[in-house]
């Protein structure tokens, strides 16, 4: 694919996780875990589509997701519903997972990559890398994304920290 089909886009870059996921699948069996993970990708992409949002990519319990500059209240506010909608959906299975998210703010190169007839999109660059590094308990949020967020949003996530 040729490279010049990329941009390179100031993104709001998310990591999403399920803390515990090792340890719960290792008490299933793989339908049943292949079960869950299709109703997990299910909430996800619904709610980060609503957001206007894009699911890059799913990696078992793992996601990477990327909103337009213009839609990072929209993704951070997205996240802090989905979260405790998230948790409850995991606990009323009896799964013992939370899910954990690291948000980064920064420029990544987007676009197709992969050979002709089984290109995708993607999304790559230091800033990417960043974010999959960040340690995260819960929601962690960069400086860098931090200062993308209005007030607004910023009060709530900080309430969120509080409460959580």
Known sequence: MAASLRTRSPMLIVFLDLDGYKVACAERGDLEVADMIDDYYDRISTAVQKAG????KFI?????IVFSERASDPGVS???DLIPRVDRFMRERGWRCR????VHFGDVVAGEFGSTGAARFDVMGHEVNSTALMLSDGVAVSPTALAQLSAKTRARLMEYRVSA
């Open 60 to 64: 078992g319990d793992g996601a990477l």
């Open 99 to 102: 899910l954990r998210a690291r």
């Open 53 to 56: 949002g894009r699911v890059v």
């Open 78 to 80: 997205m996240l802090l």
